[in-house]
C-alpha cells in the first residue's frame, strides 16, 4: 500500500494508456482478421456459385442469327439446357437459296466461336466469305449436334413459339434466357408480352434495288461486284446529269453493288443524300421503267464474264424498286425484357429487333453485331445473386442494342456500300 502510494500519478496514467492502446489493437487486429476470413469466404463461396452457375437457355428461331447465337450460348460454358425452336421444318429453313457475305467483322467473331471456314462450301474475296444462307444454317446445326456431349441441346424444328407452348411448360422448368430471333415477321415478342413499337431512323441516303431469277444458272456463291460514283445518262428525260456534276460540288454519285448467285441475282443502288436534278427525279418519277432500264444497264456494264448479259427477256422478268426511297433503319422499342414473375431475362435480336428498309446483303452482320455481348449478358445472368444483376445485366444489354443502331446509322452503308473493298 505504501509502495502504491508512492507511485506518482502519472506513472499510474500512462500504465493505463498503454493498457488501452494494446487492448484497442488487439480488438483492430481481431475485428480485421473476421473482416478478412469473411470475404474470402465470400469471394470463395462466390467463386464456387458462378463456377458451378448454369442456366437453361430457349432460343426462337433458327435463322443465321439464331443458331449463331444458341452457338454462343453453349460456347459460354454457362448453359446446362438449350433449346431452339423453329415452325419451319428442316427441309424448307435449309433450301432457301439467298446467298449471304460475313465481313471481316463478322468472320472475326464467328472463328472465335470455333467455325472452321474451310469446312464449309463457299468462297472467299477481300476478306469476306460467301456463302448460300442453308449452308451456313446447317454447318451451325452439325456444331450444335457436337455440343451435345456437354451440353443438353434440343433442336426442335416444325414447332412454333406460342402461348400453348409457354402453357406445357412444366412449372419451375422455364428457362432463365430467352432469345427471340424469329425475324421481322415473327409474333414470339407478341406471345411474351414485349411491346411491338419500333423507331424508323434515316441513315441519310437513298437507295434501290433489284432482283432477277435465272433458272438456267449455277446456284454457287459468288464474290459482290462493287463500282462507285456512278452517273446515268437520263437526258432522254431532261434530267443532263453529267453538266450538273460539273457545276456542283455536291458528292451525288451513286454505289453499286450486284451479289447473290449466278441464279438468283441482286442489285443494289445508294447515293448519299442529297437535292440534286438526278436525285429528285429518281425519287419522284412515275415511270417505273426507268429504274429498270438503269438496273439492266449497270448489270451489263459491271458483271463477270462469265455470266450472260441481261437481254429484253430477263429484263422483263426483274423485279425492282419503281423509284430511289429513303433508307431507314427501324429499331425495336424494347430489345430486353424482365419476366419477374417466372425470373425470366429476354433478350431480342437480328431483324427481330432492327430491320433495314433497304435489302443489300448485310442483315444477317447487322445482326450478328447484336450477338458480340451475348455470351457478357448469359454469364452475368447465369452468375446473378439477385434480380438486380439480372436488370443491370438487361439494361447492359439493351444499351448495346441502341448501340448497334446508332453505328449502323451512322456507318453501316459507309463499310457495306460506298466503301471499294
Not at 253 to 262: A, D, S
Request: charged share 20%; hydrophobic share 40%.
Amino acid at each position: 500500500m505504501d509502495a502504491l502510494q508512492s507511485q506518482p500519478v502519472g506513472a499510474i496514467g500512462e500504465e493505463a494508456q498503454d493498457m488501452y492502446r494494446t487492448l484497442a489493437f488487439d480488438t483492430a487486429l481481431s475485428t480485421l482478421l473476421a473482416v478478412a476470413v469473411y470475404v474470402a469466404l465470400k469471394v470463395g463461396l462466390d467463386g464456387i456459385r458462378q463456377w458451378r452457375a448454369r442456366i437453361s437457355v430457349l432460343i426462337v428461331g433458327s435463322g443465321p442469327v439464331g443458331l449463331t447465337a444458341a452457338l454462343v450460348a453453349v460456347r459460354s460454358g454457362k448453359v446446362l439446357k438449350l433449346t431452339v425452336l423453329d415452325e419451319r421444318y428442316r427441309s424448307a429453313l435449309l433450301c432457301r437459296p439467298q446467298q449471304i457475305a460475313l465481313d471481316p467483322r463478322s468472320v472475326k467473331f464467328l472463328l472465335g466461336l470455333g467455325v472452321d471456314f474451310d469446312n464449309m462450301e463457299g468462297c472467299w474475296h477481300n476478306e469476306h466469305f460467301f456463302t448460300r444462307i442453308g449452308v451456313f444454317q446447317e454447318y451451325l446445326l452439325s456444331i450444335l449436334e457436337q455440343k451435345k456431349q456437354k451440353v443438353d441441346v434440343k433442336v426442335q424444328l416444325g414447332t412454333k413459339f406460342t402461348e400453348e407452348y409457354l402453357r406445357r411448360m412444366p412449372h419451375g422448368e422455364w428457362p432463365r434466357v430467352i432469345v427471340v430471333a424469329d425475324g421481322s415477321c415473327g409474333d414470339s415478342c407478341t406471345v411474351l408480352g414485349l411491346s411491338s413499337d419500333y423507331t424508323a431512323e434515316s441513315c441519310h441516303a437513298y437507295g434501290a434495288n433489284a432482283s432477277i431469277e435465272r433458272l438456267d444458272q449455277r446456284q454457287v456463291p459468288t464474290p459482290e461486284i462493287r463500282a462507285h460514283n456512278l452517273y446515268f445518262d437520263l437526258s432522254a428525260y431532261g434530267v443532263e446529269a453529267l453538266r450538273e456534276h460539273r457545276n456542283t460540288t455536291t458528292k451525288s454519285g451513286f454505289h453499286l453493288k450486284i451479289y447473290g448467285t449466278f441464279r438468283n441475282r441482286y442489285m443494289a443502288l445508294v447515293c448519299p443524300a442529297s437535292d440534286t436534278k438526278m436525285v429528285r427525279f429518281l425519287r419522284h418519277t412515275a415511270n417505273s421503267s426507268v429504274m429498270k432500264n438503269i438496273f439492266h444497264q449497270s448489270f451489263n456494264a459491271y458483271k463477270t464474264d462469265i455470266e450472260p448479259r441481261l437481254n429484253d427477256v430477263t429484263l422483263y422478268h426483274m423485279q425492282c424498286s419503281r423509284r430511289l426511297f429513303e433508307i431507314q433503319l427501324s429499331h425495336r422499342h424494347v430489345t430486353a425484357a424482365y419476366i419477374e414473375g417466372d425470373n425470366v431475362a429476354v433478350t431480342v435480336e437480328g431483324e427481330a429487333a432492327r430491320v433495314l428498309n433497304y435489302d443489300t446483303g448485310c442483315g444477317v452482320n447487322l445482326g450478328l453485331r447484336g450477338l458480340e455481348s451475348m455470351g457478357t449478358f448469359i454469364y452475368r445472368t447465369a452468375t446473378a445473386a439477385d434480380q438486380n444483376d439480372i436488370l443491370e445485366a438487361l439494361s447492359a444489354k439493351m444499351l448495346h442494342s441502341r448501340k448497334v443502331a446508332e453505328t449502323f446509322k451512322q456507318s453501316g452503308l459507309s463499310e457495306s456500300m460506298y466503301a471499294s473493298g
